[in-house]
């Protein structure tokens, strides 16, 4: 029998895929891996840690080229330290965003 109960309001999808990033007011794009993605937020595993609150542009490029880039703007919620991935940092989706305006250093 199972128990299970979905209790979150979205279903998160298990992904690994390269993401990159910019916090807003900074000019350098970092990279990482998105653990996860869900309707409403995505977790990033990655080197930089960006502190809570920030705002954040993020592109997710599928590994087939049939998929378009997801390109959205973030802000943090969380930022954990994993020693095994650097950082795990939790976004809640903002707003999805053309191509045209993800700014400098994204395709």
Same mark, same amino acid.
Not at 4 to 13: A, L, N, P, T, V
Not at 67 to 82: C, I, K, S
């Given at each position: 029998?199972? !128990?299970?109960?979905? %209790? ?6 298990? /992904? *690994?895929?390269?993401? %990159?990033?910019?916090?807003?007011? !900074?000019? &350098? /794009?970092? =990279?990482?891996?998105?653990? *996860? ?11 930089? $840690? +960006?502190? +809570? *609150? ?6 997710? =490029?599928?590994?087939?080229?049939? =998929?378009? #880039?997801? =390109?959205?703007?973030?802000? +943090?919620?969380? *930022? $954990?330290?994993?020693?095994? +991935?650097?950082?795990?940092? &939790? ?15 994204? #395709?």
């Amino acid at each position: 029998m199972n !128990d299970f109960s979905e %209790k979150r309001s979205f279903y998160r999808m298990a /992904v *690994n895929g390269p993401v %990159k990033f910019r916090v807003n007011g !900074d000019s &350098a /794009v970092s =990279t990482g891996s998105v653990l *996860n993605l869900s309707s409403s937020g995505l977790l990033i595993a990655s080197e930089q $840690e +960006v502190p +809570v *609150n920030s705002s954040m542009t993020v592109q997710i =490029t599928p590994t087939q080229a049939i =998929t378009p #880039p997801l =390109t959205a703007q973030v802000e +943090v919620v969380r *930022n $954990e330290p994993d020693s095994s +991935v650097g950082n795990r940092i &939790a976004c809640r989706i903002i707003k999805l965003l053309a191509d045209d305006e993800a700014g400098p250093g994204f #395709p």
